[in-house]
């Protein structure tokens, strides 16, 4: 089954930010298919490579640290919406766009996005989780698919 953009998509999502919203599945169809338990422990870096690409759209963003029903986790929230490149951990019906009310996500901490704590945790993230060669892959393929994400909202 194909699924479009109407279903994960919420209806309110505001049109400057579907470019976030496509690179932000773009890039959890990567994780789900290329590292364990779809993604599960690459929450940080991935959530980095969403936050760079709102540097790159003039996005407002932050990075988040909280929880997911309690579990340790990271995502972007930008205009009252969360984008969880790694919301596949938590289950298959778990979108990667959401209002920022939802009930599953609590913040304890935010990142303006492109400001130098964001980096260095988005640096240390990427020293912890993969070595120099997967960390240099995990960047370019997920900027490839921030990319495309971009050219699909335009279209």
Not at 81 to 99: C, H, K, Y
Request: aromatic residues 10%.
């Amino acid at each position: 089954m194909t699924t479009t953009a109407e279903d994960w998509l919420p209806a309110t999502l505001p049109a400057d930010l579907l470019p976030l919203a496509f690179a932000t599945d773009l890039i959890r169809r990567w994780c789900d298919d290329n590292l364990p338990a779809e993604g599960k422990g690459a929450c940080l870096p991935a959530s980095g490579i969403v936050g760079f690409t709102t540097l790159q759209d003039d996005i407002d963003a932050r990075l988040v640290c909280g929880t997911h029903d309690g579990e340790p986790h990271w995502w972007v929230e930008a205009g009252g919406f969360i984008f969880d490149a790694t919301a596949g951990q938590f289950g298959p019906d778990r979108l990667s766009v959401t209002e920022a009310s939802d009930e599953h996500y609590a913040a304890t901490d935010r990142y303006p996005c492109g400001h130098t704590s964001f980096e260095l945790l988005l640096a240390e993230a990427n020293r912890s989780f993969f070595d120099g060669s997967d960390a240099l892959n995990f960047v370019q393929e997920t900027l490839d698919l921030a990319a495309e994400g971009r050219r699909l909202a335009a279209a």
